[in-house]
């Protein structure tokens, strides 16, 4: 499995043509994929600690790892599973919720800065300005050349962003219908998942194909170069968690971060140690 094995390529893009239920790339099945993933975790760890160890050092680099999918997709998983492999002070999550309406008097972006990651930080953002072109086209939350317009804006912001020593990793959760349904009903078959059921979700549901037009076209609008996106079939819940890890972990391993020198004299401080008794 390679950091490219799922980047999308350039043009048109069709998701009934992706598959959603496979797991290329890996030669196992769930209960090696799950260990694959659990063997990643001690180098992603140690990895991630040297960019927040260079963030404190007055590094500039970080990572924003954007989480796109229809419901039920499995973005929870991803936080929980493979970002979860990470020491949490690190990290900074944001879940993404219908705009305040203090958000809705600003530019849709105006929120999406507020929560953007610090020097050193692995960024995550569970949903993201893409909702902005996703659910405000198919529920007509914005007029057409407002959606036309957001389009350009996205890529303009995430240039910037990558300007400026963000390496951003947009991966879209790709699931099928089929299998949306099977996580529902799974919710409602089960007492301890009934938190987590949103009548909402069968209304939106109904909209799948409206849902899937919206993804491709933004898919192919925002797919640039210094932000490609990733189509990770989801399916399997395992496969999706792993694959993610391994993005994460090609990325940080492309970073190179390193430690930061001491900038303090270290003999010195090791003489203090040991020649000085504490005072009481």
Not at 189 to 202: A, C, L, R, S, V
Request: aromatic share 8%; hydrophobic share 35%.
């Amino acid at each position: 499995m390679t950091e490219h094995q799922h980047r999308l390529p350039a043009g048109p893009v069709d998701l009934s043509a992706l598959e959603t239920n496979t797991a290329p790339g890996f030669d196992g099945g769930k209960k090696k994929g799950k260990a694959a993933l659990f063997a990643l975790g001690d180098d992603l760890s140690t990895l991630q600690e040297r960019l927040y160890a260079e963030g404190k050092g007055g590094s500039q680099r970080r990572i924003l790892l954007v989480l796109q999918g229809m419901d039920t997709s499995g973005k929870g998983g991803v936080l929980r599973k493979t970002v979860g492999l990470v020491d949490p002070q690190g990290v900074r999550i944001t879940s993404f919720k219908a705009p305040t309406d203090e958000e809705k008097e600003h530019d849709f972006l105006w929120r999406i800065r507020k929560a953007l990651p610090q020097q050193g930080i692995v960024g995550v953002f569970d949903r993201s300005h893409y909702e902005d072109v996703l659910i405000a086209r198919v529920r007509g939350f914005a007029p057409p050349e407002e959606i036309e317009r957001r389009y350009d804006a996205i890529n303009d912001f995430e240039r910037e962003l990558v300007e400026g020593g963000t390496t951003i990793v947009k991966c879209m959760l790709h699931i099928s219908a089929e299998e949306q349904k099977t996580r529902l009903l799974a919710r409602l078959d089960d007492e301890t998942k009934y938190w987590k059921f949103n009548p909402g979700d069968i209304d939106e549901r109904q909209k799948w194909s409206a849902y899937r037009e919206a993804y491709e076209i933004a898919l192919e609008r925002t797919n640039t170069e210094h932000a490609p996106w990733h189509v990770i079939p989801s399916d399997k819940k395992w496969y999706r968690n792993l694959t993610i890890g391994n993005l994460l972990h090609d990325t940080l391993k492309a970073m190179r971060p390193r430690w930061p020198e001491a900038d303090f004299d270290i003999e010195a401080e090791r003489e203090r140690l040991t020649t000085e008794a504490p005072t009481r």
